[in-house]
């Protein structure tokens, strides 16, 4: 005799949909805590964290997106290169490895274009499009992620992530064209307070700075890396002589390089 479906109960069937209470929260906490997205494609593994999230929610009415959306960004935390030799590998399930970068952000973007295909009007779009922007920017295709960027950023101005996009904007421009990618490090600094924006500036810093570029101004250079330390607040009374010195060294140790 065959089961009888159990009915969703009114709790179940009033319940938000998890899917974007995830969502939701991973944005939010991506406002908070955005110093450690800067830096490429490795960055946005955030969405495995959203990812991790959605899987959880078993009850949720998103499930099958969710598992799909899962198995589409599956490369985006796998590893690259050769497997530790078998004397210190971990028991338990081995991760998803690629010989090398260019077969881990290929099968990314098929993952991630496959879920588009079968989910186009899925309220993660913002997500995944903009990863999907910072897999061609990592692929070489500057150009191409240039317009999918400047696309979401004209569709999504009140996005909770646009520091991640203000970001990818500057760093295909950085490849691009050199005096947009200073504008647009100045508009996320603009946007940004603290790390972030010492970090923004810092790279408006180095497109000018002469030591790096041909052509360079040590004027500007100087002032962006010191708007960058202002940023950052008063240094610390106490450095540990053998600890990392962190952005403000570095930042300190470009102004001391810069000609006179």
């Given at each position: 005799?065959?089961?009888?479906?159990?009915?969703?109960?009114?709790?179940?069937?009033?319940?938000?949909?998890?899917?974007?209470?995830?969502?939701?929260?991973?944005?939010?906490?991506?406002?908070?805590?955005?110093?450690?997205?800067?830096?490429?494609?490795?960055?946005?593994?955030?969405?495995?964290?959203?990812?991790?999230?959605?899987?959880?929610?078993?009850?949720?009415?998103?499930?099958?997106?969710?598992?799909?959306?899962?198995?589409?960004?599956?490369?985006?935390?796998?590893?690259?290169?050769?497997?530790?030799?078998?004397?210190?590998?971990?028991?338990?399930?081995?991760?998803?490895?690629?010989?090398?970068?260019?077969?881990?952000?290929?099968?990314?973007?098929?993952?991630?274009?496959?879920?588009?295909?079968?989910?186009?009007?899925?309220?993660?779009?913002?997500?995944?499009?903009?990863?999907?922007?910072?897999?061609?920017?990592?692929?070489?295709?500057?150009?191409?992620?240039?317009?999918?960027?400047?696309?979401?950023?004209?569709?999504?101005?009140?996005?909770?992530?646009?520091?991640?996009?203000?970001?990818?904007?500057?760093?295909?421009?950085?490849?691009?064209?050199?005096?947009?990618?200073?504008?647009?490090?100045?508009?996320?600094?603009?946007?940004?307070?603290?790390?972030?924006?010492?970090?923004?500036?810092?790279?408006?810093?180095?497109?000018?700075n002469p030591v790096l570029v041909d052509g360079?101004?040590?004027?500007?250079?100087?002032?962006?890396?010191?708007?960058?330390?202002?940023?950052?607040?008063?240094?610390?009374?106490?450095?540990?002589?053998?600890?990392?010195?962190?952005?403000?060294?570095?930042?300190?140790?470009?102004?001391?390089?810069?000609?006179?």
């Amino acid at each position: 005799m065959a089961k009888r479906k159990r009915r969703m109960s009114k709790e179940e069937l009033e319940a938000p949909d998890q899917f974007e209470v995830a969502l939701q929260k991973v944005w939010e906490g991506l406002v908070k805590y955005r110093k450690p997205i800067i830096g490429g494609i490795v960055a946005l593994v955030v969405l495995g964290v959203v990812l991790w999230i959605v899987n959880a929610t078993s009850k949720s009415s998103a499930r099958t997106r969710s598992l799909a959306l899962r198995d589409g960004a599956a490369a985006l935390s796998a590893e690259v290169g050769p497997a530790d030799s078998p004397e210190v590998q971990l028991p338990g399930p081995k991760p998803l490895r690629f010989e090398d970068e260019s077969q881990r952000l290929a099968a990314v973007e098929k993952g991630l274009s496959g879920y588009v295909a079968e989910y186009g009007s899925d309220d993660s779009r913002e997500l995944v499009d903009l990863t999907l922007a910072d897999v061609k920017l990592a692929k070489g295709d500057a150009a191409g992620a240039l317009a999918d960027v400047e696309a979401w950023i004209g569709k999504h101005g009140d996005s909770a992530v646009m520091p991640v996009a203000l970001e990818l904007k500057a760093r295909a421009l950085s490849v691009t064209d050199k005096a947009k990618a200073v504008e647009a490090w100045n508009a996320l600094a603009a946007a940004s307070t603290g790390e972030l924006k010492a970090d923004a500036l810092r790279q408006a810093g180095d497109l000018q700075n002469p030591v790096l570029v041909d052509g360079g101004d040590a004027a500007k250079a100087k002032a962006a890396y010191e708007a960058a330390l202002a940023a950052l607040g008063p240094a610390p009374e106490k450095v540990d002589p053998f600890g990392s010195t962190g952005i403000r060294g570095d930042i300190d140790n470009r102004l001391k390089l810069l000609p006179n």
